[in-house]
């Protein structure tokens, strides 16, 4: 949903192939993370990742991208706030902040940290319940470092009592967007019902496995 880091991956690709020249996605990774930091100030990388490899990632800061090869893809449903931000402000902010509370955002970030390692596993094991559970979690931790907004808060609970079975703020925060998990198909709709009661726009949304491809005959980069 990086819409920045979807535009310039497709551009970084189309102008090489353009030219004669064919970059693996590591370079295309690469080089996007320069209008990123330009536009984001001191993004993660993780959306240029997503946008050049497709599928679900495991990311860690700065550049270790592992592809997670599932047997059975989460129901999700994305759901807009309409509510838009700045994330080059947002990130700023909280730099600024976790600087001047140091131990405060290190027990954060390592709880972060704990709960994707183990979606990870929850993903692989197909256990949503505990998927959920973790992702109930981490948007308490978003909320407590700032970064949430109450039009956020109001679809989160608004998804979960319309039986998600975990929803949270998706991206920088402030606005924007959360995602839901699902049980089924039919929970999928109900959630999404409910969600645009609240005065969201919900999206029933699919997964690309390929991420960017090649501009001249559509197949996938190295």
Same mark, same amino acid.
């Given at each position: 949903?990086?819409?920045?880091?979807?535009?310039?991956?497709?551009?970084?690709?189309?102008?090489?192939?353009?030219?004669?020249?064919?970059?693996?996605?590591?370079?295309?990774?690469?080089?996007?993370?320069?209008?990123?930091?330009?536009?984001?100030?001191?993004?993660?990388?993780?959306?240029?990742?997503?946008?050049?490899?497709?599928?679900?990632?495991?990311?860690?800061?700065?550049?270790?991208?592992?592809?997670?090869?599932?047997?059975?893809?989460?129901?999700?449903?994305?759901?807009?706030?309409?509510?838009?931000?700045?994330?080059?402000?947002?990130?700023?902010?909280?730099?600024?902040?976790?600087?001047?509370?140091?131990?405060?955002?290190?027990?954060?970030?390592?709880?972060?940290?704990?709960?994707?390692?183990?979606?990870?596993?929850?993903?692989?094991?197909?256990?949503?319940?505990?998927?959920?559970?973790?992702?109930?979690?981490?948007?308490?931790?978003?909320?407590?470092?700032?970064?949430?907004?109450?039009?956020?808060?109001?679809?989160?609970?608004?998804?979960?009592?319309? /039986?998600?079975?975990?929803?949270?703020?998706?991206?920088?925060?402030?606005? /924007?967007?959360?995602?839901?998990?699902?049980?089924?198909?039919?929970?999928?709709?109900?959630?999404?019902?409910?969600?645009?009661?609240?005065?969201?726009?919900?999206?029933?949304?699919?997964?690309?496995?390929?991420?960017?491809?090649?501009?001249?005959?559509?197949?996938?980069?190295?």
């Amino acid at each position: 949903m990086g819409s920045s880091a979807a535009t310039t991956v497709a551009i970084i690709a189309a102008a090489t192939r353009a030219h004669g020249v064919q970059l693996e996605r590591e370079e295309v990774c690469e080089i996007a993370f320069a209008p990123e930091s330009y536009l984001h100030g001191n993004p993660s990388g993780v959306d240029q990742a997503a946008c050049t490899y497709g599928g679900i990632l495991q990311f860690s800061k700065p550049d270790k991208v592992t592809p997670l090869r599932l047997g059975r893809m989460p129901v999700i449903v994305v759901c807009d706030t309409g509510i838009h931000r700045s994330t080059k402000g947002l990130v700023g902010a909280i730099m600024k902040r976790s600087k001047s509370e140091v131990e405060f955002f290190r027990e954060h970030v390592d709880e972060a940290s704990r709960i994707s390692k183990a979606a990870v596993r929850a993903l692989t094991e197909e256990d949503d319940q505990e998927l959920g559970t973790l992702m109930n979690r981490n948007h308490e931790l978003l909320k407590q470092i700032g970064v949430s907004h109450p039009k956020l808060n109001e679809l989160v609970k608004a998804a979960r009592k319309a /039986g998600a079975l975990g929803a949270k703020l998706t991206g920088a925060g402030g606005g /924007g967007c959360i995602i839901a998990l699902c049980e089924d198909p039919k929970a999928q709709s109900r959630v999404g019902r409910a969600l645009k009661r609240h005065g969201g726009t919900p999206y029933n949304v699919s997964m690309d496995t390929s991420g960017v491809r090649s501009a001249s005959n559509g197949t996938a980069l190295k």
